[in-house]
């Protein structure tokens, strides 16, 4: 998901996000436009079930959120690596 920055209005990247209850996703944005960099959060949240799946067993509890280690990338993300003419020689 990308949210416009709320600064400037450029595109912000997703730097990382971590559950804050089942329902609940806290992402963390930095805005792309580099006058600007502003980084915010946002929430996103389960508004609500419009289908549950058909289940004998006790369907009323939610699955737990996935357990992911926090993965926080680089400040222009995995494409930042140097070209080979801007490498330091050796
Ligand atoms: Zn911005």
Aim: aromatic share 6%.
């Amino acid at each position: 998901m990308a949210l416009k920055c709320p600064e400037c209005g450029e595109v912000a990247y997703t730097r990382t996000s971590a559950y804050e209850s089942a329902t609940v996703k806290r992402t963390w944005y930095q805005c792309r436009n580099i006058d600007c960099s502003c980084t915010f959060t946002a929430l996103e949240s389960v508004e609500k079930i419009i289908m549950k799946p058909a289940r004998t067993d006790d369907a009323e509890q939610l699955p737990e959120p996935p357990v992911k280690e926090a993965h926080i990338l680089n400040r222009y993300g995995s494409n930042s690596n140097l070209s080979k003419r801007q490498q330091i020689p050796v």
